[in-house]
């Protein structure tokens, strides 16, 4: 188990909006940490529910995404997962983590009505991250 000497928590994007960001119904976080070694290390946790609010929100908080030293999923839901390719295209090229269910499909079923997908969403899975370059990497499992 690695120890955090500090740690730093900005909201990327959720619910509540303040000043020029722009909210979403989404969850992301940037994650500012020095560890044990004294490296310090920034790390996205999940990307949002809205690809355009979290880079507005990126810009407007005058984060340097090329500063990122990875992207964790918490999991694979699509209010979680929405701007992944984004991010990591932005910073040219990043290591994703989740986990190894994270790209499962996953359908809310209602009686009478048609499933709706709130997995990742189209056009954010693991073959689109992997086109993005030699940094990048299959979302598989977290770092023992």
Known sequence: MTRVKKLKITTIG???VYEEGHGQSGLSLLLELIDARGKPRKVVLDTGDNKEALMHNMKFLRLNIRDIDA???SHGHLD???ATVEVVKA???LKVYGHPHTFI???IKRKGKRSDNIGVPKGQGIAEIERLGERSCSPLSLPR
């Open 14 to 16: 959720d619910n509540l």
């Open 71 to 73: 992207i964790v999923l």
């Open 80 to 82: 979680h997962t929405a």
């Open 91 to 93: 910073a040219g090229g």
């Open 105 to 107: 499909q996953r359908f």
